[in-house]
């Protein structure tokens, strides 16, 4: 079974700088995909980004980017350049996929880092 | 908007009552997907259902079951109402097993009383 630690339960950034979010996981796999979400005060789940286990180089999209750590089983969120509208709970979420068939599964969640960002 | 709809979006009722959820995955999605999410459970996968076919089970009670229709939208069933099945329910839908992403919907609060 895999397991996701988000070990920072808050966290505040004033807007314009930049706040790194921690996660790490475990599993016995070597494929698979890992995924930040944010869920803003509407609730709503939104995908922030994306990382595949066997691509080497960092997702980036936009200002935000991760650091992957796969020995480690690390995968840390950074936003540059942060803005009011980043104020949400952030989510770090694991999925086991099948390499060869490409067959994804279920997402199993961390349990969030609320990040405010301030004046 | 992520194309996902869900419904209802607030539901209230009383302990040991029925309740079904109902959720509308994005056009041309075959694959939905429940989670709860609870205060002290977090957000967990319930089920996950494949062109109307059960694919994969979570930590989901007995109590509950889910079904996908022909037309692909997806019902939650929740009977035997506890307090502690208050929750906000999500549905999330991805286009077939093979792509990875999931399209979550606006979620459906339960309060039981």
């Known amino acids: 079974a895999q397991t996701v630690t988000q070990s920072q339960p808050e966290m505040s950034v004033q807007e314009a700088e930049t706040v790194t979010l921690s996660c790490t996981y475990d599993?016995?796999?070597?494929?698979?995909?890992l995924f930040w979400y944010k869920q803003p005060p509407s609730r709503q789940m939104i995908l922030v980004i994306r990382?595949?286990?066997?691509?080497?180089q960092n997702a980036t999209e936009n200002r935000f980017s991760v650091n992957f750590q796969k020995a480690a089983k690390s995968f840390s969120l950074k936003i540059s350049d942060s803005q009011l509208g980043d104020t949400a709970m952030y989510f770090c979420?694991?999925?086991?996929?099948?390499?060869?068939?490409?067959?994804?599964?279920?997402?199993?969640f961390g349990t969030g880092t609320r990040l405010q960002v301030t004046l | 908007d992520s194309g996902v709809t869900q419904t209802p979006k607030h539901l209230i009722t009383a302990t040991g009552q029925r309740v079904t959820l109902r959720c509308s995955p994005r056009?041309?999605?075959?694959?939905v997907y429940w989670y709860q999410q609870s205060l002290d459970q977090g957000l967990q996968f319930l089920i996950q259902?494949?062109?109307?076919?059960?694919?994969a089970k979570g930590n989901i009670l007995e109590r509950f079951s889910a079904q996908q229709f022909p037309d692909l939208h997806s019902e939650l069933n929740l009977s035997s109402l506890e307090l502690g099945d208050s929750a906000l329910y999500f549905c999330?839908?991805?286009?077939?097993?093979?792509?990875?992403?999931?399209?979550f919907g606006p979620g459906t609060r339960l309060t039981v009383l």
């Open positions: 999330a839908s991805s286009v077939d097993l093979q792509y990875n992403e999931q399209f």
């Open positions: 599993t016995s796999e070597n494929n698979y995909y």
């Open positions: 990382q595949e286990a066997y691509k080497q």
């Open positions: 979420a694991f999925m086991k996929t099948t390499r060869n068939t490409g067959t994804a599964s279920k997402l199993t």
């Open positions: 056009s041309g999605d075959l694959s």
């Open positions: 259902y494949y062109n109307g076919e059960e694919r």
